[in-house]
Each structure stands twice: as C-alpha cells, then as structure tokens.
Nanobody, 128 residues
Framework: QVQLVESGGGSVQAGGSLRLSCAVS????????MGWFRQAPGKEREGVAI?????????YYADSVKGRFTISQDNAGKTLNLQMNSLKSEDTAMYFC????????????????????WGPGTQVTVSS
C-alpha cells in the first residue's frame, strides 16, 4: 500500500511560482507510476504530470502545463515534487498526488481505476 501526503499549496498571483511536494511511504515498489492530478470545482480530476519508478522512465505532461510545470523525484523516490512556474488563474484547483501501475505511465484521468493510491490534496489558488 502506498501512502501519499501533499504539501506546498497556497495562494499566488498570476505569473508566480509554487512548488508542491508529495511524501511517499511504501514498501518495496517496482514498476510504478506516480504523478500529480488536479481538480477544479465542478470539473473532473485530470492528470497533470506523470513519471515512473522505472530507471530511465519517461515523464509525461498535460498539454496545458507543458513548458511551465516540472515533475521530479528525490530522496530515493520518497518525495515527488511539482515545480509550477508562470501560473495562470486556470491552474487554480485542488492538487493531488496519485500512484498506481499503468502502461507507459502516460497522463491518465483521475477516474482511471489504475490509480490505486491518493493523497488528501493541497489547494492551489492563482489570482489574476
């Protein structure tokens, strides 16, 4: 069972930056996808950035955040980060850390049954 806890959310003006972190607690895991998802009020949960625990695994981003957001792992894979730059008002949402196993670790929606573990979420608010 993977346990996830997000931190780093907050309020920022448009054009600003925030860095989210997700503390990952798990037993030995291989072949795992991990990533960031977000859900705005009245909208479905969407995948934002996904990476894998495979050595040399690829990273995928939603088109809406490409070039602005960067996902990374550190602390031997026990922390998953999301650096968010050039934030826009439309980035306002609750951000969730999610983990599971699916093919190629591409961007999936939050409704995917392959995402087996979720953190409680952290709020990001961008004002224009």
């Amino acid at each position: 069972q993977v346990q996830l806890v997000e931190s780093g959310g907050g309020s920022v003006q448009a054009g600003g930056s925030l860095r989210l972190s997700c503390a990952v607690s798990r037993a030995t895991v291989s072949n795992y996808c991990m990533g960031w998802f977000r859900q705005a009020p009245g909208k479905e949960r969407e995948g934002v950035a996904i990476t894998s625990t495979y050595t040399g695994g690829s990273t995928y981003y939603a088109d809406s955040v490409k070039g602005r957001f960067t996902i990374s792992q550190d602390n031997a894979g026990k922390t998953l980060n999301l650096q968010m730059n050039s934030l826009k008002s439309e980035d306002t949402a609750m951000y969730f850390c999610g983990a599971g196993s699916w093919r190629y670790c591409t961007v999936v929606t939050g409704a995917s049954p392959d995402v087996r573990s979720w953190g409680p979420g952290t709020q990001v608010t961008v004002s224009s």
